[in-house]
């Protein structure tokens, strides 16, 4: 293809134009479609953050504030608190640090790692081998809903009076008897990593390992699907009926 042509002009001098009206628009295009690229070359790298809560089941710690990284993600909170997500960068060494919320004296820090795009509680228990001690977890929490049709739920058995406990998911229209626990055996301190099952309308029952006798019965659950729920079990500190009480939380909503 011939890129230039000679015309006459009235000078009596050759003028020479592009024989292509639009070439030197091309040209603009491609110096610009260069520089593009180059720009894109040099676009920093974006990292997910890190969704973070917290949950309080101390039974001996003050009201409580909770730093994550020198963030502030929840304050003057108590037993049974579980904070909502709040947002922190992704860090495989996290400092955290529980406060009194009255005069500032640490109760506890450690770090942590929190995972890019993932979901973490940081969960506060009392350490039973020592007094006035206190431990600090790292949960990472399911993040995606459950599959069609279909519950799940994560269990944190937080009662030492209680003792280890079975947990019920009993549909409606059945009984305790006729019923197979979901949780067997789940110890002091354990968790029950998420549990699946048929979504149903059910009523959640806690009764001590192998013993039918509640201990604690939830309203009805309309469960449609899809949800994602952890469940805190504590003691109850002033009243023997019921003698445990139950907190939850929506991991998914």
Request: charged share 10%; proline share 6%; with cysteine.
């Amino acid at each position: 293809m011939r890129l230039i042509k000679s015309v006459w002009n009235p000078t009596g001098r050759a003028a020479w134009q592009p024989a292509w009206p639009g070439f030197l628009a091309l040209v603009s295009a491609a110096v610009a479609v260069s520089f593009g690229l180059s720009a894109c070359e040099n676009v920093a790298s974006y990292t997910q953050p890190s969704l973070v809560r917290v949950i309080d089941a101390s039974y001996i710690a003050p009201a409580v504030n909770v730093e994550v990284e020198s963030t502030l993600l929840a304050a003057n909170i108590g037993q049974g608190t579980i904070t909502a997500y709040g947002t922190l960068p992704a860090d495989a060494s996290a400092k955290i640090d529980i406060t009194a919320a009255t005069g500032g004296a640490t109760l506890v820090n450690t770090t942590g790692t929190l995972l890019a795009g993932h979901q973490h509680s940081v969960f506060l228990t009392d350490n039973g081998a020592a007094v006035n001690s206190y431990e600090v977890t790292i949960l990472e929490d399911q993040q995606v809903a459950a599959a069609g049709g279909h519950s799940a739920f994560r269990f944190l058995n937080q009662a030492p009076k209680t003792g280890a406990i079975d947990v019920y998911m009993i549909p409606s229209g059945n009984t305790l008897a006729n019923t197979i626990p979901l949780v067997s055996g789940l110890p002091v301190g354990g968790t029950a990593g998420y549990i699946s099952f048929t979504s149903q309308t059910v009523t959640m029952v806690v009764t001590p390992t192998g013993v039918q006798t509640p201990k604690y019965t939830s309203q009805s659950l309309a469960l449609t699907g899809g949800e994602v729920r952890t469940i805190l079990i504590v003691d109850t500190q002033l009243t023997s009926n019921p003698p445990v009480e139950v907190f939850t939380a929506n991991d998914v909503n």
